[in-house]
């Protein structure tokens, strides 16, 4: 296949790339307390670029004979595509990484169907009443890119994933808790971690208080920060940077947030979710600093916006049928100082564990503003209930300069965070 | 592979059931931002599934050749018959008359008559619309995506469905700044049929940039309780989220209390309320003749009335729930099984007049345009592309940032006035639930008030 790929190109003498994919997936399934049924499958598929004219072009198949045809459906599309500014990946040596483990590989479907019947029979024993569901999946994937610039690289990464929650509605009451983890190793896949954390909701959400609308301290912990850095990815989108559309334009070498704040992008990170050798373009993977103490050090870029920008690339991250562009790999917030419990003894403050449609907002514009679809009220350390018909509205532009750290953190999937206090943001109630 | 081969291979007598789905789809997508054109992508997905049930359990197999589905059978087969044993329940199906059907698409325009150059002008005229309207529109963002799919169902009860279907959306974002701050419009569009959904939008993307602009320093409401006037495309949004999800049987069948409180004849509002879900409304993106496991669709009233009237079920739902199989049984691809999903959502219309909601509210919001929603079961969120302030019976300041939030029960009681002027609205995108997205729904929508709903703010 990469022979023929790089012949056809040779005799038409135009520059390219070709990405093969390859990936299988085993899921075991719960709902409903029981066991429901497993789901298996295997994909594969191929992607190509070509700089023919000065122009990109870029066609797809699932189907990994058909490499004539989408060569040449890329060379159609390159007469209307974008300008090429940039070369392919060159050869380059590519760091060393830890994104497998045979254990996953070995797992066999009736362990998972095992650790399912424990977890479900965990879920259940902590409230009556609950509806459980729990899943599981493994996934093993092969992901090779060649370009007629001499690079050549492969890589196999398994990933083992766990999902588990309850739902508990009654009347006027609905209540969901959740948590998910994924992880390159078997032995990192906590699942107690998991158990810890749905305990502890359900006690958070024992009984529902009523508060005011107002200004109050409000915590993020280490699963939901990732809602802060949901605008934050997009303001660093060195694509964005180009076009204006970020928050953070401009700001380069700035102090824009708070000192205690340092924001890593670490691709190298072993057995994280998003490790990999290179990115999705062939670039060596190497870690960013994003934010240094409170200091915009740099942009996430693909080949095209570091080129722009006069930037390194390397964050470039795609599916088979898109385009690569800049994407956060594995995320660490570094930690605080405070202690967590410290930190908890706010006078009346909210704690966030998630909230909804924070994703459709202004995002781009840095607005965090959703629901609070699980958060407690909590007073001088003290969790009193939880708080329901209530929304928040932030921008991280203001609120990330004045934020205070837990010395505590956990690695969630795709980030490492500690918990994060906003000393005031608005929330709005019913009344 | 042709239908009486599909066919033969259903057959099967060692199962409780079994069926198998095929897809060959090629697809189009061009993104544009602001004067260049980023992505022109042309490609091809062909794969298939088989699912089978034997004793209680579900085993479900994907892949892409097309030339394993034998041997696939066969695994997802052995698969299940492993399994046996595994759990105590038996599931059934609720019966449905085995279709032989082959469907395909009403084109009206059909985008592949139309020259990629030409798709990529029309693009490119609509980005620069929205560039040349102010120096303050520092980006757009065009999406266009276009899919021709050929779907294979066949089933061990002896049903083969054939479906030729399109699936067109996208939409025009035109963004603003002043240096200070960011801001957004959106114009989206999608359609079953014909490529007409994306022309003539010249004065829609005119409109929507100059808005972008306006809302610059606009006002950001204090955030609180008012009451709401939302607009037909909001409307649609707003059903989907706050009720259409809530109607989706997987989440009812199992558990007894949600089987109570979603309970038929149960009082969901006032009888002005009337809301359905249909796949049967021609040139819609949530328009389908049959579901993924076969069944024609029909149209289903969820609330008549006021009172809760129907669910939306796959055949293993409906046998549960002792109800009809209602055509929305769904998958996103054929990497996924069937799951209860929605089609064409809508609140129908009432006899309610907009001017006269205006007129009843002393200090309130009208939410217009949408960017899309979320929902947990009780509370939801949807954020509108912008509002006005209603002070003393009229429509006064620009509004930015407006997100609705609130209690799905209590918001749909709030209801007050629904409105005569019912529109359907499509964009690009879809539905997720689970993993399994973008799903293509359509929703509709009046004017509708609602007496109080939660506003964010500062």
């Known amino acids: 296949m990469e022979d023929k790929f790089l012949r056809i190109l040779n005799e038409k003498n135009v520059s390219g790339e070709l990405m093969q994919i390859q990936s299988y997936r085993l899921v075991v399934n719960f709902e409903h307390n029981r066991f429901k049924g497993i789901e298996e499958g295997e994909t594969s598929g191929i992607a190509v670029r070509v700089k023919k004219d000065g122009k990109f072009g870029f066609s797809f198949s699932t189907d990994v004979t058909d490499i004539e045809r989408v060569i040449n459906r890329a060379l159609e599309n390159a007469k209307f595509s974008q300008e090429a500014i940039f070369d392919f990946a060159r050869n380059k040596d590519v760091p060393e990484v830890f994104c497998f483990d045979d254990e996953i590989v070995n797992m066999s479907r009736d362990e998972i169907i095992n650790q399912g019947k424990e977890a479900i029979e965990y879920i259940t024993s902590l409230k009556s009443g609950i509806q459980a569901f729990f899943s599981m999946s493994k996934n093993i994937l092969e992901e090779k890119i060649i370009t007629t610039s001499d690079f050549s690289g492969g890589f196999k990464k398994s990933v083992a994933s766990a999902q588990m929650g309850g739902i508990f509605n009654e009347e006027g009451n609905f209540l969901w808790v959740y948590g998910s983890l994924a992880r390159s190793s078997k032995n990192l896949l906590n699942i107690d971690m998991l158990k810890d954390k749905l305990k502890k909701n359900l006690e958070g959400a024992e009984r529902n208080v009523k508060i005011n609308s107002g200004l109050y301290p409000v915590i993020f912990t280490p699963y939901s920060s990732e809602y802060l850095l949901l605008p934050f990815a997009i303001a660093i989108n060195g694509r964005n940077v180009i076009k204006g559309t970020s928050v953070l334009k401009d700001k380069l070498n700035e102090t824009i947030f708070s000192k205690n704040l340092t924001i890593v992008n670490d691709p190298l990170m072993p057995y994280a979710i998003s490790t990999a050798p290179f990115d999705d373009e062939g670039i060596p993977s190497r870690r960013k600093e994003i934010i240094s103490q409170g200091k915009l050090l740099n942009y996430l870029t693909d080949l095209y916006s570091a080129k722009k920008l006069n930037l390194e690339p390397g964050n470039a991250s795609r599916s088979l049928s898109t385009l690569p562009s800049p994407s956060p790999s594995n995320i660490v917030i570094e930690n605080g100082t405070e202690k967590l419990s410290d930190m908890l003894k706010v006078k009346k403050g909210i704690i966030i564990e998630s909230l909804m449609g924070v994703q459709m907002g202004n995002v781009s514009g840095g607005e965090v503003m959703g629901n609070i679809d699980l958060g407690y009220l909590v007073e001088n350390g003290e969790i009193i209930g939880r708080i329901k018909d209530a929304m928040i509205s932030i921008n991280i532009v203001d609120a990330l300069k004045d934020v205070v750290l837990s010395e505590e953190n956990a690695w969630t999937t795709g980030i490492v965070s500690p918990y994060i206090l906003i000393p005031s943001a608005p929330i709005s109630t019913k009344l | ?458």
């Open chain 2, 1 to 458: 592979m042709n239908r009486d081969d599909i066919r033969e291979l259903t057959k099967r007598s060692d199962v409780d059931y079994l069926e198998v789905r095929l897809e060959d789809s090629s697809e189009t997508s061009i993104s544009i931002s602001g004067k260049e054109v980023e992505t022109v992508s042309k490609g091809r997905i062909s794969g298939g599934n088989a699912r089978v049930l034997i004793s209680g359990v579900w085993g479900f197999v994907y892949f892409n050749d097309l030339d394993e589905l034998k041997a696939k059978i066969e695994s997802a087969i052995s698969q299940a018959k492993s399994l046996k044993g595994t759990v105590k329940e038996t599931v059934s199906l609720a019966p449905v008359k085995p279709v032989d059907a082959v469907y395909a698409a009403k084109i009206v325009k059909d985008p592949e008559n139309v020259p990629l150059k030409e798709k990529i002008d029309l693009l490119m005229h609509y980005s620069k619309i929205a560039l040349n309207v102010d120096s303050y529109i520092v980006n757009t963002r065009v999406t266009y995506s276009e899919k021709k799919k050929t779907l294979c169902f066949a089933n061990s009860e002896g049903a083969f469905v054939k479906k030729e279907i399109l699936d067109l959306g996208g939409s025009i974002v035109s963004m603003s700044s002043n240096g200070k701050e960011i801001q957004r419009t959106i114009v989206p569009f999608g359609s079953n049929n014909n490529f007409s959904a994306v022309e003539n939008l010249d004065s829609s993307v005119e409109d929507a940039a100059l808005l972008a602009v306006k809302l610059l320093g606009t006002d950001t409401l204090r955030g609180g309780e008012y009451p709401v006037i939302i607009d037909p495309n909001l409307g649609g949004v707003f059903i989907h989220e706050a009720f259409g999800h809530l109607s989706e049987a997987d989440f009812l069948s199992e558990d007894p209390k949600m089987r109570e409180i979603m309970k038929i004849g149960n009082v969901f509002g006032s009888e002005i309320l009337n809301v359905y879900d249909t796949g049967d409304i021609e040139g819609f993106r949530g328009t389908i003749a049959y579901d993924d496991e076969g069944v024609p669709t029909r149209k289903v009233s969820l609330i008549k009335e006021g009172v809760l009237s129907g669910h939306l079920h796959t055949r293993e739902t409906a046998v549960k729930m002792n109800e009809e199989p209602t055509g929305n049984g769904r998958a996103v691809s054929y990497r996924f099984p069937p799951i209860p999903r929605m089609r064409t959502t809508f609140i129908d219309n009432g006899k309610g007049k907009f001017k006269d909601f205006v007129k009843d509210i002393k200090y309130g919001v009208y939410a217009k345009g949408s960017f899309g929603g979320q929902t947990n079961g009780e509370l939801f969120t949807f954020v509108a592309e912008y509002g006005h302030l209603i002070e003393d019976g009229k429509i006064t300041k620009l509004l930015k940032n407006v997100s609705l939030s609130g209690n799905v029960f209590e918001t749909l009681k709030n209801i007050v006035g629904v409105g005569d002027d019912f529109t359907i609205r499509d964009s690009g995108g879809g539905c997720g639930k689970d993993e399994q997205f973008p799903l293509p729904v359509s929703h509709g929508s009046p004017h509708v008030y609602i007496s109080k709903a939660i506003i964010g703010g500062k």
